[in-house]
């Protein structure tokens, strides 16, 4: 078995930005740190978060960019540029890159949702299953989800089960949660099921086999949660030569979904939740979800759309007594897709702690 990885929920979040505001970064006086009149002027909170996402849109774009290459972009040095990049990672601002496989015949995962009495004692157990490649206890329609690599049998009520399809997981805009339900309320407001036009956002390969061997499947273990891995140190590690790896990596987007995660305001500011509709305006919903400023994961698995979201607590939830109720724009914006028929069906649960397997 390989390395483990455990994060438990600490009202986390995973999110994209769009690269569009590059030219308006640059231009915006928030490189203060610069010398001012012979003085060096303490960069705010709010200059950071300005360069952190500069700094995701650049790693967005460009998954193994180099450290130098941010330093041009934030014009500063290599070593600060250096320091502000492990300082986005380790405060929570974003996620290095990361993959995950495609739903080809020989890389297909089979998808769980399970209710069981107990799920805190099943999940301990669930760790020594090989197959089993991720799994999370949740509070809501379902306690357990799981993913595993091949059909797996469980003491427990299966709610829902199926191939996975293809993940997709767009860049989230630059704009405020006010201004993401303010468009997203438009776009319900005015949806016409006669104008719906299908763009296939979600894809599946699953009777189509891709060339992956030995070698493949070592490198994508050591990529997996870090792209930006140096790539020496695999080369020596398990003899695979550069050619190898450079055009395993040229490759990577036709075998695997790249993608980087941002938190605007840190990963412990959002609630991880996970919504599972039925519709038969899957790509409304995929755009309609993707004006959330943080990361939107979408999948299918057998006929229904799942949406992972990393949600600002206020709009989904009352976090004291003097809330108003108008306020839970989430459960509101909802409503609203079951009364015009956008979706036939919705069932959510918040994820409490899972456990990812680099197997």
Known sequence: MGKEIMLCRSSGNLHFVAHSNRETFLSIDCLKYVDQGGERVRLTLEDKERQYRA????????????????????????????????????????????????????????????????????????????????????????????????????????????????????????????KAFEIMQKKVEDFNPQNYEPKGFIRTHWDNPVEWDLGDETLFKEFNYDLTKPITPIIKKYHISWRKVEEWLKNLPDYCTVFTCFYPKTISAYDPYLYIFETDYEDFLIGLFSELPTTSWFFKVSHRLFLYAHVKREYLRAVDSQTDIRELHFPFLVAELLRKGVIRSEAHAVVECYWNKAL
Request: net charge neutral.
């Open 55 to 178: 700094i995701y849109e650049a790693i967005f774009e460009t998954p193994r960019i180099s450290v130098t290459d941010i330093a041009s972009l934030l014009r500063v040095t290599r070593n600060t540029a250096s320091n502000r990049l492990n300082e986005a990672f380790s405060l929570g601002y974003l996620s290095k890159s990361q993959i995950r496989k495609r739903s080809y015949a020989n890389m297909k995962e089979c998808v769980y949702f399970l209710t069981c009495r107990n799920p805190a004692e099943v999940f301990p157990k669930l760790l020594q299953n090989k197959d089993i490649v991720y799994h999370a206890v949740m509070s809501g329609f379902a306690t357990l989800w799981v993913v595993a690599k091949k059909e797996c049998d469980f003491d427990c009520d299966v709610l829902v089960q199926g191939l996975r399809s293809d993940y997709h997981i767009p860049c989230a805009p630059d704009h405020s949660w006010d």
